[in-house]
């Protein structure tokens, strides 16, 4: 059981795992589906894919109502955040 992934490494090694054990199974399961950004992905740029966000060249984030540090892209976008980070 998982929830949904798009990492090539990650399949990958699931694809290992499956030649060892052919009858498993992996199922995933998401609280909060991606779905509807999976669909508009594939449909506008032909890869079903969920986009990944480099901050690390930004001066200003405004986020409205949205966890952009917590969200499926987390730790990238926490590293590429902190990077442009200038507290104070």
Do not use: W
């Not at 405004?62 to 955040?81: H, K, P």
């Amino acid at each position: 059981l998982s929830h949904s992934f798009a990492s090539p490494t990650f399949k990958k090694l699931f694809g290992d795992f499956k030649a060892k054990y052919p009858n498993a199974e992996l199922v995933t399961y998401d609280a909060i589906p991606y779905a509807a950004a999976l669909d508009a992905a594939e449909e506008v740029f032909g890869q079903r894919a969920l986009p990944v966000y480099d901050l690390s060249q930004t001066e200003l984030v405004v986020s409205f109502q949205a966890d952009f540090l917590g969200d499926y892209n987390a730790g990238s976008l926490e590293t590429s955040y902190a990077v442009a980070r200038k507290p104070g």
